[in-house]
């Protein structure tokens, strides 16, 4: 018998579109998979995710592919296997802050690798419900720290004549467990949308930086009465730190109103579970802040102070950034001071499927998406338009029925339509109507602010039909 063919790590990484062919990995196996790829019962697209690398990160999203019959047809396309010697073990410099973050999933879109900024391509965000933790975006200011489950404790500040307390894991999980599924989106969602309109300053996020977990712990007003809080003290904050820090050592921190901590129907929760999971490193472990209906950036992620104050927090992130502007300020009339921090956020969708730029089928088109609104309130319709926003058609909403007032997750939509006779081209575009009846600005224009935060406007998609 012939010695097998041996490729790198690199040769397999160069073999990632139909110009070179398409190599793809299973354990130290290599297959040129350039024919199977629009065979793929699951679509090209979300083969071509693998393209160039390793296929156990995808096939542990989807175990459809635990079978024999998968596995056979794969083997028809064996050209060889990895050089034993390609350890291509990364190089660590200790020096790098961001040495010691965890590994992710390579379908993530990265945005900014350090601090770790990523999104799930369109194809996979709205593929499930609930997002696999493995792809749910991520959003880090700082290097993610590394914290001993035995020796975490939580501070949380008593008011005066109250009782400060210093909680263990295992104190935690003697309050009473709440789990709930809530949808969190970043502010900066969809903010490459402004700066195609007009520069922003801010990662450019697509519409990726949205998504959705079941999420377990104790309920943040249970753990407050514990230390002797109450609701009377009406203007306050109860402001958190995280355990992330910058090299002068300044913690993020965020802040959100008593009255929403205290409110038991508001369901805020110090998380330490994430889909049935301890929650993982990049999203807070062992313990985060969930704030359903409310911005992401006050779910502060590795909690380590609770506190209540008369004023918000103090962080930068309260008080200089996550706050919204009229079209008309800039870096020089800026005033932070003047605006109020983002809290509940505005009633969102957006389109997943096709993509931007895909050439589809003529016949009939499948659109999907997402759709959501912020404060709990539910999504009570999807408007989809084939051209433009000239004509509409109503989407299905698919997905978990909402409680009212409590709608704190998304629904996923789709539609199936007709293409129109003779059009070469469509402009898809959707809107989300929710149970206030707020909908969304039909252009970027209108809601651009310098920060690129708040983008809401009619999600658009061009694409082109195959002749
Ligand atoms: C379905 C093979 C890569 C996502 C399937 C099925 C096969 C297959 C045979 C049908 C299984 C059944 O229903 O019994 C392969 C091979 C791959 C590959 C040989 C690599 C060369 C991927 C990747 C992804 C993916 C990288 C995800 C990113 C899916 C999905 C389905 C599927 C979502 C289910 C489709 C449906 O039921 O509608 N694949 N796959 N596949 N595959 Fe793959
Ligand atoms: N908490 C800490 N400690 N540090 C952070 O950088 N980022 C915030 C929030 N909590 C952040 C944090 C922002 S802006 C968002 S949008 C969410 O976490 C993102 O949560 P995720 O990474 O789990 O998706």
């Known amino acids: 018998e012939e010695s097998p063919r041996l490729y790198t790590r690199e040769e397999v990484r160069s073999h990632s579109s139909p110009e070179t062919g398409i190599w793809v990995t299973l354990g130290s196996e290599v297959f040129d998979v350039t024919e199977f790829v629009d065979l793929h019962p699951g679509g090209p697209s979300k083969l071509m995710l693998a393209a160039g690398g390793p296929l156990e990160p995808f096939w542990a999203l989807y175990a459809v592919h635990n079978q024999s019959h998968v596995r056979e047809i794969l083997a028809q396309y064996k050209i060889g296997e990895l050089s034993p010697d390609d350890k291509a073990a990364s190089i660590l410099k200790t020096s790098d802050p961001y040495a010691d ?40 200011h700082l290097p993610v720290p590394n914290l001993d489950p035995d020796t ?43 700066t195609r309109f007009k520069e922003v300053r801010g990662l450019e996020w697509s519409a990726g930086a949205i998504s959705t977990a079941r999420w377990a712990g104790a309920r943040l007003c249970d753990v407050l009465a514990q230390a002797g809080h109450q609701l009377s003290e009406t203007e306050a904050h109860v402001c958190f730190e995280g355990l992330d820090s910058d090299p002068t050592g300044t913690a993020y921190g965020a802040s959100i109103p008593l009255a929403r901590a205290m409110d038991p129907e508001a369901e805020v929760l110090l998380a330490y579970e994430m889909n049935g999971q301890p929650l993982p490193r990049d999203h807070g472990f062992p313990v985060r802040v969930v704030v359903p209906g409310v911005v992401g950036a006050r779910h502060v992620k590795w909690l380590g102070k609770v506190s209540v104050e008369p004023e918000e927090s103090y962080s930068h992130w309260q008080r200089r950034d996550y706050k919204g502007f009229s079209p008309c300020v800039d870096w020089d009339t800026v005033d932070f001071d003047s605006a109020p921090s983002i809290q509940e956020l505005p009633v969102q969708s957006a389109i997943t499927q096709p993509k931007d730029g895909e050439t589809i089928e003529s016949g009939e088109v499948t659109v999907k998406g997402y759709a959501w609104s912020g404060g709990g309130r539910a999504v009570v319709r999807v408007d989809v338009s084939l051209d433009g926003g000239l004509t509409w058609q109503v989407a299905e909403l698919d997905g978990e029925e909402q409680r009212a007032r409590k709608a704190w997750a998304w629904r996923l939509w789709q539609l199936q339509a007709p293409v129109p006779a003779g059009k070469k081209e469509l402009n898809i575009v959707c809107k989300a109507v929710d149970d206030s009846y707020n909908v969304q600005p039909d252009t970027v224009a209108p809601i651009w602010n310098l920060r690129g935060v708040l983008s809401n406007a009619w999600h658009r998609v061009h694409v082109h039909v195959a002749p």
Do not use: W
């Open 101 to 140: 973050d965890p590994i992710r999933h390579p379908a993530l879109k990265v945005n900014s690798q350090r601090p770790f900024n990523a999104e799930p391509p369109p194809e996979l965000l709205t593929e499930n419900y609930i997002t696999p933790n493995p792809i749910f975006f991520t959003r880090n």
């Open 152 to 194: 975490y404790r939580l501070h949380v500040v008593g008011p005066p004549g109250g009782q400060s307390l210093c909680l263990s894991l295992d104190d935690l999980y003697q309050f009473p467990k709440h789990e709930i599924t809530v949808t969190l989106q970043c502010a900066g969602n969809r903010r490459s949308e402004m």
